[in-house]
Nanobody
Framework: QVQFAESGGGLVQAGGSLRLSCTVS????????IGWYRQTPGKQRELVAGIRSGGILDYADSVKGRFTISRDNAKNTVHLQMNSLKPEDTAVYYC????????????WGQGTQVTVSS
């Protein structure tokens, strides 16, 4: 069974940086798209950044130029480098994968809380 474990969240001031890690246990398909998602209370989970087959990177408009997603296949880990953080980036961040960013195959992990103070 595939499991995702997110880590690296914390409290940071606006303008600061954090690096999130998603460690994948179990085998996922090489063709799977892997995404970082975030959710705030009362709102739907939204895609923040993702990697598709062929190494294609995708970013939400709100994080372009500030966030960078990377995948380390040898370590079964996906990272999200977050720079120039804003209070509106405050959320619980999750990772997951599937055929595409909407057709996810796996259960959600516990997520990691990111809080950006103004």
């Amino acid at each position: 069974q595939v499991q995702f474990a997110e880590s690296g969240g914390g409290l940071v001031q606006a303008g600061g940086s954090l690096r999130l890690s998603c460690t994948v246990s179990g085998r996922i398909l090489d063709t799977d798209a892997i995404g970082w998602y975030r959710q705030t209370p009362g709102k739907q989970r939204e895609l923040v950044a993702g990697i598709r087959s062929g190494g294609i990177l995708d970013y939400a408009d709100s994080v372009k130029g500030r966030f960078t997603i990377s995948r380390d296949n040898a370590k079964n880990t996906v990272h999200l480098q977050m720079n120039s953080l804003k209070p509106e980036d405050t959320a619980v961040y999750y990772c997951n994968g599937g055929t595409n960013y909407l057709k996810l195959r796996y259960y959600w992990g516990q997520g990691t809380q990111v809080t950006v103070s103004s």
